[in-house]
């Protein structure tokens, strides 16, 4: 089975706060690429990184920074002293390649994420 | 380019009319994907499209959904009956093909069926 699982459905941090967004993924292709996204209160999806099955490099960019371990099927995202800007569900996703040779984007079921001033 | 467009963004409707959903492409994308996003569900892949071909359609809900790409740049998914339970928010979403793209969701149609 294909899946991805954010078994956090809610956090609330206060301001300044580190906080990690826990995203567990299966399938057993080798070659996949896993992706987050950005959903804030204007509703639209914004993407925010992707990271394929080989690189498990972790990736920093301002506050946020990713880390993808095959061993465990994680791709976790920490976003470091939050604001309350990055209140927004957040979503982890999972690309495949699918038997009509074609691709397809297997989502979570998001995490909200409440920062408190 | 403007991103992915979709229209109506709100629409109310009565329970048995037929609603339609619009999706513009970004130019130059192949692939198109629906989406419906509730409370309850979260967001499920209705139906999606390679070169303006329905790929995989299992996640259309029943009969009453429908999907179809008349050309390259543009979708529409239309419910006839629409039921109160229809009532979410549709996503269309658009990605060149390929392992490593993104995919580009437009703002959403939040309907509401009553």
């Given at each position: ?79 470091t ?37 | ?37 509730t409370?309850?569900?979260?967001l ?26 008349p ?44």
């Amino acid at each position: 089975a294909q899946k991805v699982t954010q078994a956090q459905t809610e956090i609330s941090v206060v301001e300044k706060e580190d906080v990690t967004l826990d995203c567990v993924y299966e399938t057993r292709d080798t070659t996949y690429y896993l992706f987050w996204y950005k959903q804030p209160p204007s509703g639209e999806l914004v993407f925010l990184i992707r990271r394929n099955s080989f690189d498990e490099q972790n990736e920093i960019s301002g506050r946020y920074s990713w880390n993808f371990q095959k061993s465990t099927s994680s791709f976790n995202f920490t976003i470091t002293a939050s604001q309350v800007v990055d209140s927004a569900v957040y979503f982890c996703a999972l690309k495949v390649w699918t038997t009509s040779g074609t691709y397809k984007y297997i989502f979570g079921t998001g995490t909200r994420l409440k920062v408190l001033a | 380019d403007a991103g992915v467009i979709q229209s109506p963004r709100h629409e109310v409707t009565e329970m048995g009319q037929e609603v339609t959903l619009r999706c513009k492409l970004i130019s130059g994308h192949n692939s198109l994907f629906w989406y419906r996003q509730t409370m309850m569900r979260g967001l499920e892949l209705l139906i999606y499209f390679n070169n303006n071909v329905p790929i995989d359609d299992s996640g259309m809900p029943e009969d009453r959904f429908s999907a179809k790409m008349p050309n390259a740049s543009f979708s529409t998914l239309k419910i006839q009956p629409s039921e109160p339970r229809d009532s979410a928010v549709y996503f269309c979403a658009s990605s060149l093909q390929g392992m490593n793209t993104e995919a580009f969701f437009g703002q959403g149609t939040r309907l509401t069926v009553v």
